[in-house]
C-alpha cells in the first residue's frame, strides 16, 4: 500500500513574511447577494447529496448563491506583519484558506477563466496567455463527460499562506481542501444543482498556465450544473 506520512503541522511563534500572487485580471463582474432562499432542513440535504453527473448549464445568480454560502468571507481581520484571518463557511486552519477558486465557463465553443475574490463577492476575468494549452487540458480531462454545459471550479493553492504561519503544513492544506469541496457539495445539493468532484489535481497545467509553478499548485476540482 502505498502511504506517504505528512508530519504533524505546528504554529510558528513568529509569522513567516508571506507575498501573496497576484493574478491578471482584465474585467471585474460584482455578483448580487443570493435572493431570498427557501430554508432546506439540513438532515435532509445530507440525506440527498449525491454525485450527479450530468450538467445544465447555470447562470450568475444560481453562481452566486452557490459561492455566496460556499466561499464568501464574512469577517476578517489583520493578524502581525499583514496577514489576514478570514471566516468563511468552510473550516480552514487558522483561518488562512489558502485555496483560490478558479471558474471554467465554456462559452460559444472557447473557455473563459474566472477567479472568485471572496471579499468583493465578485469574478474577475483572467488573462490566460495559453488559451490552446487550456482548450488542450480540458477537451482531454473531460473527454469521457459530456459537461460542456457544466461550470468547472478549480481550488488553487497558495501554499505559502498556510505555510507562513504553520511548520508542516501540507496536511492542513489538503484538509482545507476536503473541508471546502464537502461544503460546496452541501450547498449545491441545498440548491438544486448537480455537483461532482473530480479526482485529478490539474498539475502541471494550473501554475503553468499562470506561469507561477514555485507559487501555485493545483490541489482539486468540481463540476456544478443545473439538473437535467
Known amino acids: 500500500m502505498d502511504f506517504i506520512e505528512l508530519e504533524s503541522p505546528d504554529r510558528r511563534g513568529k509569522l513567516l513574511p508571506f507575498q501573496e500572487y497576484r493574478y491578471k485580471v482584465s474585467e471585474v ?4 447577494p443570493p435572493s431570498r432562499i427557501e ?19 447555470i447562470n450568475l445568480d444560481q453562481l452566486s448563491a452557490l459561492f455566496w454560502y460556499s466561499a464568501k468571507t464574512y469577517a476578517s481581520k489583520i493578524l502581525e506583519q499583514d496577514h489576514k484571518w ?6 480552514s486552519a487558522g483561518g488562512r484558506h489558502p485555496l483560490d477558486h478558479i471558474i471554467f465557463r ?26 490552446e494549452a487550456l482548450r488542450q487540458w480540458l477537451e482531454g480531462l473531460f473527454k469521457t463527460l459530456q459537461i460542456e454545459a457544466a461550470t468547472v471550479v478549480w481550488n488553487v493553492a497558495q501554499f505559502q499562506r498556510t505555510s507562513s504561519v504553520y511548520t508542516n503544513s501540507a496536511s492542513l492544506i489538503y484538509r482545507d481542501e476536503g473541508a471546502i469541496q464537502a461544503t460546496f457539495g452541501l450547498v449545491a445539493e441545498a440548491l438544486g444543482l448537480s ?15 499562470f ?14 450544473g443545473e439538473r437535467v
Open 106 to 131: 465554456h462559452d460559444a465553443g472557447t473557455w473563459t477563466v474566472f477567479l472568485y475574490d471572496p471579499i468583493s463577492h465578485a469574478f474577475g476575468r483572467l488573462v490566460i496567455e495559453d488559451s
Open 86 to 91: 478570514h471566516h468563511r463557511p468552510a473550516p
Open 29 to 32: 463582474i460584482y455578483l448580487a
Open 211 to 224: 506561469k507561477a509553478t514555485d507559487r501555485l499548485r493545483g490541489i482539486g476540482g468540481f463540476c456544478v
Open 39 to 57: 430554508p432546506k432542513d439540513i438532515f435532509s440535504v445530507i440525506e440527498s447529496r449525491k454525485t450527479r453527473r450530468e450538467f445544465g448549464r
Open 195 to 209: 455537483f461532482c468532484t473530480l479526482g485529478v489535481s490539474g498539475e502541471p497545467i494550473l501554475s503553468g498556465l
